[in-house]
């Protein structure tokens, strides 16, 4: 079975600092790898997903994420956040294309001016 | 395009009564999932349909939940009876088949007072 621990429950960044949020995940057959951001009262919106290829992955809004076999990490980073990118951060595996995702905790980045 | 869309946005109901909520995937998606986000942890998936069969409904409690998808468009999800512990956010998503896109709509609050 798969299962993903995001090790941190809220980040509080100042705007224009960097952040890393931090995603492990445990599985015994590959997987498929992604981050979803929650806005307040709103649905999960892909920021990047992990496919195969290069361990880097660029997403939307300026995010990006890397992809670290041997620590089973796939840690998400923006060099530069700003107060709109204040959410809820999702990570989440899948075993199978079109199959269900298993999703982590949450972490809720806070950006304050 | 049009996203996908659910209703009601919020619902507030007693223990034991029962609930329904309805979610119109995107046209064309013939996958449909249903995921239950209690408050503090990531969505958890309660049944996936692909047209009007169901593919996995492993963690879906039978005793009390119950979904459909009749002409594998739009679809409803039940509760009968309500607990407490079923507050929560119940998040519809869809996709294309066999794709790793799962496009969320904006979910419906439930409260069980």
């Known amino acids: 079975a798969q299962s993903v621990t995001q090790l941190d429950s809220q980040v509080p960044v100042f705007e224009e600092a960097p952040v890393e949020l931090r995603c492990n995940y445990s599985?015994?057959?590959?997987?498929?790898l992604f981050w979803y951001v929650q806005y307040p009262n709103q649905g999960l919106q892909l920021l990047l997903k992990y496919l195969s290829g290069s361990t880097l992955v660029k997403g939307i809004n300026g995010f990006e994420a890397e992809f670290n076999k041997s620590q089973t990490s796939f840690h998400l980073r923006k060099p530069s956040v700003h107060i709109s990118d204040t959410a809820e951060y999702f990570c989440a595996v899948s075993r199978d294309q079109g199959g269900k995702l298993i999703f982590g905790q949450g972490t809720e980045l806070s950006v304050k001016p | 395009e049009a996203g996908v869309a659910q209703s009601p946005r919020y619902k507030i109901i007693e223990k034991r009564q029962s609930v329904a909520f309805w979610c119109n995937p995107i046209?064309?998606?013939?996958?449909l999932y249903w995921y239950q986000q209690i408050l503090g942890q990531g969505p958890k998936l309660l049944i996936q349909f692909q047209n009007n069969g169901v593919v996995d409904d492993s963690q879906l409690p039978k005793d009390r939940f119950s979904a459909e998808r009749l002409k594998g468009v739009d679809s409803t999800l039940k509760i009968q009876p309500a607990k407490l512990e079923d507050s929560a956010v119940y998040l519809c998503a869809s996709s294309l088949v066999g794709t790793l896109k799962q496009f969320f709509g904006p979910g419906t609050r439930l409260t069980v007072l």
């Open positions: 046209s064309g998606h013939a996958t």
């Open positions: 599985s015994s057959v590959s997987v498929y």
